[in-house]
């Protein structure tokens, strides 16, 4: 599917709609090596091989890993593009000075987490890194350069980076760009060979027109030009955040539904249909679950609830911040629904968590509702057994050991290393993790999961034996007539 997508690449010298252009960027890097950053420039290498693209990080187990077959960021159809453009023009190194040296534009994908201290604390974006990049870059470099946010930014960040890279005294020429991603993990491989829209912000003028032009001229060797979109620095970046938002709203909105749908005996996935088929809805984002995660949806909302507290704008603020509360308030309620139906409690129960990773055909599992579902249970004493067929070990114990600082809901205290090292245990095999368990959780829709032996895990189960749909992906009934006693998001048990 994705080498079929990749054959209908265009000439980089005769872009749609374009005429007499020339190509002037030759070397092009990237600062970080992640979710974003990889497989973007894997894809604009594949698409134009007459450019140089260099990917660095300040990691170099990660940069070690982009350079053999276990790369660090699973998406399907990204090994196989890697392997056709690595050590041709594309290339993981680990040398951040010379790559800004040595190139003409340089983007920026490095993390913006949620700060978690001082001034807009669980709000505000953290810059640090791409304060650190943007000073690295003014310090290093001898030549012209464009910078393309890639990051997910707060509004007029582009001013800071413009700012900094522009005092350094060195006369060199710096212009800057937001391309903020529009990418799905999971599907991240499609959406940029086949992307809805290119958005690219530049600073008003012609040296910021130029830059658009540049960049837009890459683009072209696969996208129409009337999908690329040319706007305003501002606009460019806010843009990001609200289309996060609207989904992520989408998504709050329908789970508040799902709660409705138990108390009254509707079925959420019958709601939804019959909402989705509005030609003014539409079916995406309306299916009912445990959560969104993600690093994309809450960090997001947050910067917007930050900018909008900023300027004073209260109500809009607490608009957008109950998008949030209501996702909290569903991973919440799930775990209140676990321990309930076990008869009140979960302490010294064995249960099973089939899923880890907040979406299938992803190995990220940055804020994935499992892990706060995990804690609850783990307050409440459970023996928790989880399976994950992308998420390692490790990054499994990474996100509870997260949790240690977490606030918890409703007087929810936060999680001790003994209560992690002694109440989770990572399985290989999925079959493993559900025998003997009391119950099985199912928190990742990943495919392999509606294809189990789900009679020979029922008879391996402790009786009653409990399932927990919290993604909707298996047949209720036929679940029931096995011997589950089952419990599904948005339907009445």
């Known amino acids: ?87 041709k023009n594309l290339f993981f190194s680990p040398d951040i ?74 006369r060199v020429r710096f212009r800057v760009l937001s391309n903020p991603e529009f990418l799905a993990e999971g599907t991240a491989v499609r959406d940029l060979l086949e992307p809805d829209r290119v958005l690219i912000g530049g600073e008003d003028g012609p040296e910021g027109a130029e830059a658009i032009e540049e960049l837009a001229s890459l683009y072209a060797n696969w996208v129409p030009d009337e999908r690329i979109i040319r706007t305003k620095l501002w606009s460019s970046e806010l843009s990001k955040l609200t289309a996060n938002a609207f989904l992520a709203q989408r998504v709050s909105s329908m789970n508040a539904v799902s709660a409705i749908c138990e108390a009254t005996g509707a079925d959420v996935d019958e709601v939804a249909k019959a909402v989705g088929m509005d030609s003014r809805v539409g079916p995406k984002f309306l299916k009912a ?81 499992a892990m706060y579902v995990a804690a609850e249970l783990l307050q409440d004493q459970a023996d928790l057994h989880v399976y994950d067929p992308r998420v390692s070990e490790e990054r499994i114990c990474e996100d509870l050991r997260f949790m240690e600082t977490w606030e918890g809901w409703q007087g929810s205290k936060s999680l001790t290393e003994a209560q992690i090292q002694g109440g989770v245990t990572v399985h290989k095999d999925p079959y493993e993790a559900v025998d003997g368990a009391h119950a099985a959780l199912v928190l990742t829709e990943w495919d392999e999961f509606t294809g189990y032996d789900w009679q020979r895990i029922h008879k391996s189960m402790r009786k009653p034996a409990f399932l927990f749909d919290g993604r909707n992906i298996l047949p209720g009934r036929a679940m029931s007539e096995i011997g589950f006693r089952v419990y599904q998001v948005g339907k009445s048990g």
């Open 1 to 87: 599917m994705y080498a079929v997508l990749l054959e209908k690449g265009r000439s980089f010298t005769n872009p749609p709609g374009k005429t007499n252009m020339r190509k002037t960027i030759q070397n092009i890097s990237c600062i970080g090596a992640g979710y974003v950053g990889g497989p973007t420039m894997t894809v604009f290498a594949a698409k134009c091989p007459d450019v140089r693209f260099v990917v660095v990080d300040s990691n170099p187990e990660k940069i070690a890993a982009w350079n053999t077959d276990n790369l660090p960021v699973f998406e399907p159809g990204l090994l196989d593009i890697v392997r056709k453009v690595r050590g």
């Open 97 to 170: 000075d010379r790559a800004i040296d040595e190139a003409e534009m340089i983007f920026l994908s490095v993390n913006t987490p949620t700060k978690s201290y001082g001034l807009g604390k669980g709000m505000a974006a953290d810059l640090k890194y791409v304060e650190r990049c943007a000073r690295q870059i003014a310090e290093v470099s001898r030549t012209d350069k464009i910078i393309v946010e890639k990051s997910t930014l707060p509004v007029r960040t582009a001013e800071s980076i413009r700012d900094i890279v522009s005092d350094c005294g060195n």
């Open 289 to 369: 679950s445990v959560g969104f995660g993600g690093s994309c949806f809450q960090k997001d909302i947050l910067n917007l609830v930050y900018l909008c507290r900023h300027y004073g704008l209260d109500e809009v603020a607490d608009y957008w911040e109950q998008v949030i509360r209501i996702n909290d308030y569903q991973k919440r309620r799930f775990a209140k629904m676990v321990i309930e139906k076990l008869f009140n409690t979960v302490a010294g129960k064995k249960i099973a968590l089939l899923g880890w990773a907040f979406k299938k055909d992803t190995n990220d599992s940055r804020e994935t509702p």
